[in-house]
């Protein structure tokens, strides 16, 4: 995220109206809208590698993926919410074809970033783990085979590492299964 883009608080409406027809996504958290910046050719590598490999194996399923272009809503508690832009959701709900966002992913990926990993690992985390349908967060390095593995376990999430290109990624809430050889693969080490 960057800077708010205006200093006064906007609506839902308005803010699902205005991505609509903006040429640049932004994310929305409690009344603020904020800019997005683009990611380095790895960080897409490795989001649409879980895509592609997520979606092959869920085809003809009821699970299926998403990609950084499909908003993920959160409802933040006192009558305020987010809309995110998720770097790859498997979403196990149905959803129509013309929505424009989801409210409830089994699994969420973000690849980290310098300028996203903060949020990604505090305020996203925290808001993520809130989603009652979300079942495990992702965290995926850029530098190297290596991914922080949130599970919900009870009313609580359990955090694992998964690393090297030997590791598995088991997603067993979609019955998707990932090698990190894969994920990773044409990414620069």
């Known amino acids: 995220m960057a800077l708010a883009i205006t200093e006064k608080r906007i609506s839902r ?14 994310e929305f958290v409690a009344g603020n809208a904020y800019a997005m910046s683009g990611g380095t050719l790895d960080h897409q590598r490795i989001a649409l ?12 399923k009821t699970c299926f993926p998403t990609g950084s272009d499909f908003k993920l809503n ?9 809309f995110y832009y998720p770097d790859a959701m498997i979403v ?40 009652p349908s979300l079942q495990t967060y992702i965290l995926a390095e850029t530098d190297g085979a ?16 998964i690393q090297g290109t030997d590791a598995m990624l088991e997603l067993p ?15 620069a080490h």
């Open 13 to 26: 409406e308005e803010y699902l109206e205005g991505e609509l027809v903006s040429g640049v996504r932004h």
């Open 49 to 60: 590698n879980f895509q592609r490999i997520s979606g092959n194996q869920l085809a003809g």
């Open 74 to 82: 959160v409802q933040l508690g006192g009558g305020e919410e987010a």
């Open 92 to 131: 196990c709900n149905p959803v129509p074809g013309d929505a424009l966002y989801t409210d409830s992913p089994s699994v969420i990926l973000e690849v980290l970033s310098p300028t996203t990993r903060r949020i990604d690992e505090t305020q996203k985390f925290r808001d993520y783990i809130t989603i």
């Open 146 to 161: 290596f991914l922080t593995v949130h599970r919900r376990e009870g009313d609580g999430f359990r955090m694992e590492t």
């Open 173 to 187: 809430e979609a019955e998707v299964s990932i090698s990190l050889a894969e994920l990773y693969r044409d990414v």
